[in-house]
């Protein structure tokens, strides 16, 4: 799956890198693609195969925003 034109190239390149290195424990450990998407809070209907959970947790993890110390709650 090819990234949209608004995500940045390189944290599309991050998140593709980090999805593949999370899919490939999940899969180590006997899970599923179904079991990767639901690890990341990302449901299916349809069955999925890996190169499918793999673009998907990539896509979700470029969509949420970036966590920075401003939006921090104070303790």
Not at 28 to 35: M, V, Y
Not at 48 to 72: E, F, G, H, M, N
Request: hydrophobic fraction near 45%.
């Amino acid at each position: 799956m090819q990234h949209n034109r608004h995500i940045n190239s390189v944290q599309w390149a991050q998140a593709f890198g980090y999805a593949r290195e999370a899919c490939a424990g999940i899969f180590r450990d006997g899970g599923s693609p179904r079991a990767a998407l639901g690890a990341f809070g990302l449901g299916t209907a349809e069955p999925a195969d890996w190169s499918a959970a793999v673009d998907r947790i990539a896509l979700a993890l470029c969509s949420r925003p970036a966590r920075t110390w401003q939006t921090r709650k104070a303790a």
